[in-house]
Every structure is written in structure tokens, then in C-alpha cells.
């Protein structure tokens, strides 16, 4: 066979060398369009699925949550392997699927279970679908800085400005913020103040929730007009939480 090619080649000469010039040409042209990593991702195709239960212990991450989630994953359509981690305060489930499984098809069938069993897991507890990407796909990492702007302000930039921005860029799975200070107002409580006040955590809590929030009423017609009634309470600032009145007390 290898005889029968060397001697086609030498007697058709110009016939090889066009061949291999027009190969040559095309694969130029082609080169541009074709797909390169710079990391391979030679992970399995999975999926992963995270819960948080704060405050709660391995053990009874593992019974309450990540039981009732794992063998809720288990007969999907072409799954090789199902793998489990329970943390303090987190459940993790990894769901492996065979090759050549369309990653958003596998994404697909496991957050329609993930659906199904949330039913049967404890209150407050929400799992969630992890990035369309593996750790093999970080392949850009960039910081933000100011001479002006303190860590604060850089992390709002970061998550409400930039990272919008490059979510939408085409083939970006995820955009991880990290570090900075993250945005949040908290209310440190006196419990030598709360006990002369005769109020517990609950009512503290309840008040700061009931008085955060817009409520939506009726319609109210008049001179062929409708007017929509709103109730506005989310809170704005510092002293919109200062004012919020927690309890009535006459003693």
C-alpha cells in the first residue's frame, strides 16, 4: 500500500504538489476560526449543586439535605457518577455525566430535580446550580483600583457596573468578585438595653423586616382616572433604621 502511494506521488507530480499547496492555502484561511484554549478543561462534564444551612453541623447537613438531594439526582438520563460533600453549614452534590452530554442539557435535568426536591428539604434552605464552567476556565483575572475610592465603593464598582458588563460578553460563564468590602448595614443589639425594654430578638427582627419592604393596594377611580395605591417603606438610609419603632410599651 505504502508502495502504491510513493509511486502515484512520483508520477503524478503536479497533481501532489497543487494538493498540498491547496491544503496549505485552506489551512491558513481556517486557522483563524478555529477554537483554541489556552487551558484545555480536561474535567468530567458535571454539574454542580450547593446548598447553604447555617449553623448547622455536618451530620445533619448530610441527613437533612444532602440525602434528600442526592437520591433525588440519581436515574437521570446518561449519569455516570454521583458525588457528595457535607460541610458545616454547606451540602455539596456533584453530578457527573457521561461524555458528549450537552453541558446545558445536564444543566437542564438537574435543575428540574433540584425543583422536585426542594419540597423535602428544611425551610430556608435553597440549593442552587453552580457556574457553567470548571475551575480549568479561569483563564483572566484583573483588579480595580482607585486613589479615591475606598474598598466599599470598589466593590459596589465591581459588582453592580463591571460585572454586569462582562457577564454579557459571549462565552463568559461567570464572573467571581472577590475581595473588598462587601455593601451591608447592621444592627448590633444591646441585650442589657433590649432586657430593660422588656424586647426580644424576634420583635427586632420582625419590625426591621415589616418596615423594609413597598406594599402594592387597590385602584382608586375617580374623575375617570385610576390612581394606584402604594405603600412606600423600603429604607434608605441610616436614620430611615434609627426611626423604625420596634415595640409599644406603657410600663
Known sequence: MLNAIINFSLKNR???IAVTALTAVYGAFVINDTPIDAYPDLSENQVLVSAD????????????VTYPLETAMRGLPRVKQVRSASSFGMSLITVIFEDGVDPYFARQVVGEKVQEASSRLPRGVQPVLGPASTAMGQ???YTVESGSYNLADLRALQDYTIKPHLSSVAGVAEVASIGGYVRQYQVNLDPHLMQSFRVNFNEVFGALAANNANIGAKVVEQNGQEYIVRGLGLIKSIED?????????NH
Open 53 to 64: 444551612w447555617m449553623g448547622r453541623g455536618p451530620q445533619e447537613i448530610q441527613d437533612q
Open 241 to 249: 433604621i434609627k426611626n423604625i419603632v420596634v415595640s409599644q410599651n
Open 139 to 141: 483563564v483572566f483575572m
Open 14 to 16: 503536479v497533481l501532489v
